[in-house]
């Protein structure tokens, strides 16, 4: 399984952006998608999970400001930003737990999208 993420940029404070990851290869099951962000110098933290039945779950940092969303036919999850702050800045990561094509449950993880919000 690859992950390919996308729709990072520089934006204002108060603004928004939505972030895409495409999966493609097999996927057999699919446990939890989601996205996570790390910013310069800290660790890499959950921003949003979306569980295999649709259940979603967020930081407390960006409850009710970003949603995620999926759509499984076209493999595809999305992350709309809104109100973004400053303390957003981060390299975006989506996430895949899901069993690929041997079936085998593990932590796929696509490449990487900046996010700066700067004025």
């Known amino acids: 399984v690859q992950l390919q993420a996308s729709g990072g940029g520089l934006v204002q404070p108060g603004g928004s952006l939505r972030l895409s990851c495409v999966a493609s290869?097999?996927?057999?099951?699919?446990?939890?998608m989601g996205w996570y962000r790390q910013a310069p110098g800290k660790q890499r933290k959950l921003v949003a999970t979306?569980?295999?039945?649709?259940?979603?779950n967020y930081a407390a940092s960006v409850l009710g400001r970003f949603t995620i969303s999926r759509d499984n036919a076209r493999n595809t999850m999305w992350l709309q930003m809104n109100s973004l702050k400053a303390e957003d800045t981060a390299v975006y990561y989506c996430?895949?737990?899901?069993?690929?094509?041997?079936?085998?449950?593990?932590?796929?993880w696509g490449q990487g999208t900046l996010v700066t919000v700067s004025s």
């Open positions: 290869g097999t996927i057999r099951s699919i446990y939890y």
């Open positions: 979306i569980s295999g039945p649709g259940t979603t």
């Open positions: 996430n895949y737990d899901a069993a690929g094509i041997d079936f085998k449950r593990r932590n796929y």
